[in-house]
């Protein structure tokens, strides 16, 4: 079974600089893409960065040239560094992935369980 595992996000003050991995798990013939998801209180999720198979990166408009979004193929794992943070900022922060289980399935999207990052001083 895939599972995706969150792990990086806490306390940090404004200015500050957070890095979030994602770890996954399990059987997992191909990834098509992953990415991060944010989520204030209040708000709906929002897509923070996505990079593809390929490498191709996009970012919101809010975290262009402050976050970077990374990742290890080895490993299948994914990494978002943060700099530079605000208190606009603050979120729960999703893992996402576009996998593909099996030569016999189709891309589906998994989740992660999420990290709260808190920025405040």
């Known amino acids: 079974q895939v599972q995706l595992v969150e792990s990086g996000g806490g306390l940090v003050q404004p200015g500050g600089s957070l890095r979030l991995s994602c770890a996954t798990s399990g059987s997992i013939f191909r990834i098509n893409a992953m990415g991060w998801y944010r989520q204030a209180p209040g708000k709906q999720r929002e897509l923070v960065a996505r990079?593809?198979?390929?490498?191709?990166?996009n970012y919101a408009d809010s975290v262009k040239g402050r976050f970077t979004i990374s990742r290890e193929n080895a490993e299948n794992t994914v990494y978002l560094q943060m700099n530079s943070l605000k208190p606009e900022d603050t979120a729960v922060y999703y893992c996402?992935?576009?996998?593909?289980?099996?030569?016999?399935?189709?891309?589906?999207?998994?989740w992660g369980k999420g990290t709260l990052v808190t920025v405040s001083s």
């Open positions: 990079i593809t198979s390929g490498g191709s990166t």
């Open positions: 996402n992935g576009d996998l593909v289980p099996t030569p016999w399935d189709y891309g589906r999207d998994y």
